[in-house]
């Protein structure tokens, strides 16, 4: 007889867990209003959550709305503002100021590499962001996306947030539960049940309570209490290739209510790593991501107040974290009859704020292929093991991009430049990317999380030279002329337009957005 999928056991909260309840919620909303389908999730009231994850993708606002979430409740919950990129400062080289840009405005070249062909053959003094995107210029007035009377989810430029990760998932948990039908217990899990055939039965609770389901998934961070622990899942570090393994995170308060919140995140880079800094509306988040074999914590902590003092924050009762870390993923994801979503599944650096789109990714991904019955479990397994392995991979080659495109001459720096230290995947899209730019027909067609246009932006923006002609016809010319020169006019009447960061959220608080 065939057995259904009736029960999904979330084990784990915090953002992935929460996120993850939502997702898969609001997906199959009918089948729980019917009771042919039960979401829990359960957390333990002992664990705080990580809490350093405060970046997303515009994927994001998709989200949110899908869930059915109030873009006002939101902001006004959740302290967030609006991210519309990264901002790349003095990793060519040191104290040299320079900067460079990954937006995330889509630009409008179809999939070939057209904008950065002509680019190249121009030798301009204007930056590759500058030249072809509104969002450098946005951001370097730390602008808002949109204006007040533009909607919900709708905006003149493409955008992400910043967020308190834990008033998130406080926001998450309570619209799962008033809203989504998902069930909440409260309990520490003590032990993992495996039946004969090698899946969860149950996880054992504190209080002799027990919590039986079909699928579960491992929302439990680093611990990996489920896929890890129980049911022995490796995890394959990749320490090789990017070095940091410790973050010094500390929150700066702003020393006035008016100062202006940054519309990106800012990574700066140091001897032995890089600071990112985060503008929220009451305060920045700011933290130091380094190797312990180039420095030790109090050269760290040194490098990391000296910045927040020179970038105008008050270094005197700051309370610093230290979190250890090994970058790295687990060889399955998917495996019997349980998922890891979070930590649980691995951990990068934040260098390009994935961990929370693969969170999103992976919450679709069980909803579009979670299986009728326990019979086609290995089905799902197999597929959604062969898409998320090469997703962490091509994240593993686009973060380690960063480090080896810059000139900085630290051994930290020096040794990321090492071919040893470098993918064998990435080292042939470089030899690659010598003689043509990057486009849509350089990956597999299973999907990439960073599209051709962010290795151009990261490229181009780091003065990566690739030694190819300029052999577009002439109507591709003319395109890319007439781009360029709207794209002047355009980002001098959007400059002018939009308020600042601040002045819209402060709207938002007062008026609220209208819903579409």
């Not at 967020?163 to 899990?189: E, M, P, R, T, W």
């Amino acid at each position: 007889m065939e057995s259904f999928i009736k029960s999904i056991v979330i084990v784990g909260g915090g953002t992935a867990g929460w996120l993850t309840a939502s997702i898969l919620a609001s997906r199959f909303s009918t089948r729980i209003k019917h009771d042919e389908l039960t979401i829990t999730l359960c957390e333990s009231p002992n664990i705080p959550i990580i809490g350093v994850g405060e970046g997303t993708w515009p994927t994001m606002a998709s989200t949110l709305r899908d869930i059915g979430v109030s873009e006002t409740d939101f902001f006004r919950e959740c302290e967030a503002s609006y991210k519309q990129g990264s901002k790349f400062v003095e990793w060519d080289e040191e104290a040299s100021g320079g900067f460079y840009y990954h937006p995330f405005e889509e630009l409008r070249q179809g999939s070939n590499g057209s904008f950065a062909e002509y680019w190249l053959s121009q030798n301009s003094d204007e930056s590759f962001a500058r030249h072809f995107s509104l969002q450098e210029a946005i951001c370097e007035e730390n602008l808002a996306p949109k204006n007040i009377t533009d909607p919900e989810y709708k905006a003149k430029s493409n955008y992400g947030y910043h967020l308190n990760a834990a008033k998130f998932s406080a926001f998450l948990q309570k619209h799962c539960i008033s809203k989504l039908g998902v069930k909440h217990i409260l309990a520490d899990v003590e032990d993992v049940l495996i039946n004969t055939a090698g899946n969860i039965e149950a996880v054992t609770l504190s209080g002799n309570k027990s919590l039986s389901g079909d699928l579960f998934i491992d929302c439990t961070g680093f611990k990996s209490l489920l896929l890890g622990k129980a049911l022995n899942v490796p995890f394959n570090p990749v320490s090789d290739h990017l070095f940091a393994d410790t973050a010094l995170a500390t929150q700066v308060t702003y020393s006035n209510k008016s100062n202006e919140i940054m519309s990106y995140t800012q990574s700066t880079a140091q001897s032995s790593g890089w600071i990112w800094d985060i503008g929220l509306p009451t305060r920045r988040g700011v933290g130091y991501v380094f190797s312990s074999k180039y420095a030790s914590v109090e050269q760290a902590k040194s490098a990391l107040l000296a910045y927040i003092k020179n970038t105008g924050g008050d270094t005197s009762d700051l309370n610093v974290r230290e979190i250890n870390f090994t970058s790295g993923y687990r060889d399955k994801f998917w495996h019997k009859n349980c998922v890891a979503v979070g930590l649980s599944a691995g951990f990068l650096e934040p260098l390009e704020a994935s961990a929370l789109v693969l969170v999103e990714l992976s919450a679709m991904k069980i909803a579009e292929q979670l299986p009728r019955t326990n019979a086609l479990m290995h089905l799902a397994e197999s597929r959604f093991n062969k898409t998320f392995r090469y997703h962490w991979k091509r994240a593993v080659d686009f973060l380690k991009l960063h480090y080896v495109l810059s000139h900085r001459n630290t051994p930290f720096w020096q040794d990321n430049r090492n071919p040893e230290s470098i993918p064998e995947s990435l080292q042939e899209l470089m030899q690659l990317w010598e003689h043509k730019v990057p486009d849509a027909n350089d990956f597999e067609p299973i999907g990439e999380l960073f599209n051709f246009m962010s290795y151009q932006f990261v490229l181009y923006g780091n003065k990566f030279s690739t030694k190819t002609p300029f052999t577009a016809d002439e109507h591709a010319v003319s395109f890319v002329k007439s781009y360029i020169e709207q794209n002047k006019k355009n980002r001098k009447q959007i400059v002018a337009m939009l308020p600042s960061n601040r002045e819209l959220l402060e709207k938002i608080y007062k008026y609220g957005l209208s819903t579409i």
